[in-house]
C-alpha cells in the first residue's frame, strides 16, 4: 500500500502570512492531486499536476510536483480566512488501473 | 446542473446491525466511486463502479459491498457494523470514459455520517 506523508498536519497563521505544505512518498506517482475540504462538505479538486517539475499556480496558490513524481508542495500566500480548510492530496500509481491514494491531510486554520 | 447528492446525511446504528448508503452522481457521469473517511486513517478509497460492475476495489472487508444501477445511481452497503466503522462515507462522480477516476476530475458528494454505537 503506497503511503502520502503529507506534513504539517495542523496550521494555524495569522491572515497576511504565507504557508507551505508537502507531501512525500516513497513511490513513483503518474499524476498527482490538491483537493480542500471544508466541514460538512466533500473535497473540491483544486488541481492536477502530472509531470515531473511542473508548476501550476491558482490564484494565491502555488502548486508543484517533484522531479521524480514522489512528492509535492502546495505554496499559499497571503493567506485569508476563506484558505481554512482540510487540503489533501492524493496520487495515482502508474501503470494499469490507477487507484487514486489519498495522503493525510493537513489542517488549516487561518486566524482573521 | 445539480451536484452529487448523498442520502441520507447523518445515520446512527448498533454494532451488528446493516446500512445501505445511497448516492445519485451528477447526471451524464457514469463512475461512482467511495471512499471512507476517518480522522486515524484519513480518506481510504472503497471501491468504484462504472456501468454497473464494479471496476476497482480497495482494501476493505467482505461486509462492505455495493451496487450501481442503470441510472448510474450507486449503493453502499455495511453489514454487521462495528464501532470502527463509524465515519463519513463519501461518494465521487466522473464521466468514467478514461477508465480511471485519478485522470478526471470526481465531484464528491457531502457525504453520509455514520455513527455506530
Known amino acids: 500500500t503506497q503511503l502520502l506523508e503529507q506534513s504539517p498536519q495542523f496550521l494555524s497563521i495569522q491572515e497576511g502570512e504565507n504557508l507551505t505544505v508537502y507531501c512525500n512518498s516513497s513511490s513513483v506517482f503518474s499524476s498527482l492531486q490538491w483537493y480542500r475540504q471544508e466541514p460538512g462538505e466533500g473535497p473540491v479538486l483544486l488541481v492536477t499536476?502530472?509531470?515531473?517539475?511542473e508548476v501550476k499556480k491558482l490564484k494565491r496558490l502555488t502548486f508543484q510536483f517533484g522531479d521524480a513524481r514522489k512528492d509535492s508542495s502546495l505554496h499559499i500566500t497571503a493567506a485569508q480566512p476563506g484558505d481554512t480548510g482540510l487540503y489533501l492530496c492524493?496520487?495515482?500509481?502508474?501503470?494499469?488501473?490507477?487507484?487514486?491514494?489519498f495522503g493525510t491531510g493537513t489542517k488549516l486554520q487561518v486566524i482573521p | 446542473k445539480a451536484g452529487v447528492t448523498q442520502t441520507p446525511r447523518y445515520l446512527i446504528k448498533t454494532r451488528g446491525q446493516q446500512v445501505t448508503l445511497s448516492c445519485s452522481p451528477i447526471?451524464?457521469?457514469?463512475?461512482v466511486s467511495w471512499y471512507q473517511q476517518t480522522p486515524g486513517q484519513g480518506l481510504q478509497f472503497l471501491f468504484e463502479?462504472?456501468?454497473?460492475?464494479?471496476?476497482n476495489k480497495g482494501n476493505f472487508p467482505g461486509r462492505f459491498s455495493g451496487r450501481q444501477f442503470s441510472n448510474s445511481r450507486s449503493e453502499m452497503n455495511v453489514s454487521t457494523l462495528e464501532l470502527g466503522d463509524s465515519a463519513l462515507y463519501l461518494c465521487?462522480?466522473?464521466?468514467?470514459?478514461?477508465?480511471?477516476?485519478?485522470?478526471?476530475?470526481?465531484?464528491f458528494g457531502p457525504g453520509t455520517r455514520l455513527l455506530v454505537l
Open positions: 492524493a496520487g495515482a500509481q502508474p501503470g494499469g488501473y490507477q487507484k487514486v491514494t
Open positions: 447526471s451524464g457521469h457514469r463512475s
Open positions: 463502479y462504472f456501468s454497473e460492475t464494479q471496476r
Open positions: 499536476v502530472v509531470t515531473g517539475g
Open positions: 465521487a462522480s466522473s464521466l468514467g470514459t478514461s477508465g480511471s477516476p485519478s485522470w478526471e476530475t470526481q465531484y
